[in-house]
């Protein structure tokens, strides 16, 4: 009765302060919750490889070619770049719950169509539904790792994110395979654990510590990702050395198990996953490697690491050698993972947080559309001229644009210690 009055600036302050508090502004979260925003990221990346291991069992039971099998693994970037082109803008516009909540809904159903699939058709829709899933939480999902994390922490967030994204990627595969050949009926198994997975990352969600935006951005809301003015230079940058990056590693996903059957005369599932495993283990290791180098730096030597991954490839399909393969596997996983780091990293530094799920998203989209195209046009040409001759083509193209994201960085590089 007789304690300090509360004047209506103080209460003012005091809704103020428990707002930041619960934005993660100004790194008032906790340094765990930065961790537990980044598991809806890692959740559902475990979906978009799962399949992997998988395909051949699928391939033996519909009967389809390895050229349908590409088209059904693109099926996924068809889903992803769609969900890019709205899911950005969405993000940044309503915030980061509003598009995270329905992209777990869907890769909840899409566990469904893995599980009950009989045909390519049901593949496909599944592949499609992963890959909206994957758009939107590259998108909103990043950003909100960075929004969590707060202003003085934006480099540990593009970090987490983007790790949190590589290792998620390589664990489905590991799982899915482990899975699918120690327990029964191993193409539903998969698929009920990682729904058990993604509904942990709905909580995650619902309890995170952020608010809807004050000044979202205008304009339409279904439009190619851009970055604001001023940002086309970081963007650039990131795509030349990210978009070889993820080709490679989508190349070994999907045509990787073919590769080591050839190989290997083997088809064990476990062998396949752990490739898989190992190439985005290498992502993430490199990652936090690299973190404390210049952003250009570690482009640079992500697009060194790509280039190298595509001789290895070469080398491997035609010594037939299965560590060079392994090795093709790791250097394309380390070339993806400080593309990644690198791109987000130069977004995180020069967008405004209104626009960082758009400007990830531009930055997915660059990537991902070669990653859709140039496997896809692996998988015919190895029907056609044998996956030797296939993987061959595929890898001196490869290299070739990896080479020139690396001349693009170091152009630009020198282009700023000229003006400094």
Known sequence: MFGTRTTPVQAVDARRRKDTTRAGEGGAAPLLWVWLAAWPITAIFVLSN????????????????????????????????????????????????????????????????????????????????????????????????????????????????????????GLGPFLAGVLSETMPAPTVTVFVVEAMLLVTAVFAVVRMPIRSPLSPPKGAWVRVPAVPRGGGRQLTLGIAVFAPGITATSFVLSLGPSLLSGLLGST??????????AMFLAATAMQFAVQH???????????????ASMIALVIAVHASSVPVLVATALLAGAGQGMGQLGGLSLLNSSVPAQRLAEANAALNVG??????????????????????????????????????????????????????
């Open 293 to 307: 180098l210049h952003r250009r730096i570690i482009l640079a030597a992500g697009a060194i690491s790509t280039t």
């Open 268 to 277: 064990s599932r476990i062998i396949a996953g752990a490739m898989a495993f």
């Open 50 to 169: 799962a399949a992997t291991p998988l395909y051949v069992l699928w391939q033996r039971d519909i009967g389809f070619s390895k050229g349908t099998l590409t088209v059904v693994f693109a099926f996924y970037i068809v889903g992803l770049v769609g969900s890019l082109l709205v899911s950005g803008v969405v993000s940044d516009r309503l915030g980061r719950k509003p598009v995270l909540l329905p992209a777990l809904a869907l890769a909840l159903i899409a566990c469904l169509a893995f599980a009950t699939a009989t045909s390519v058709a049901a593949l496909i829709v599944a592949r499609l539904l992963t890959g909206m899933a994957v758009g939107a939480v590259v998108s909103a999902g990043m950003a909100a790792v960075t929004d969590v994390a707060g202003p003085e922490r934006k480099r540990i967030a593009a970090l987490l994110a983007s790790c949190a994204m590589v290792f998620g990627a």
């Open 367 to 420: 990537g991902y559309v070669f990653a859709g195209a140039l496997p896809v046009t692996a998988g015919y040409l190895s029907d056609a001229v044998g996956l030797t001759n296939g993987a061959t083509v595929f890898g001196v193209v490869l290299m070739v644009l990896a080479a020139i994201g690396g001349l693009v960085v170091l152009a630009s590089w020198r282009q700023v210690a000229e003006r400094s």
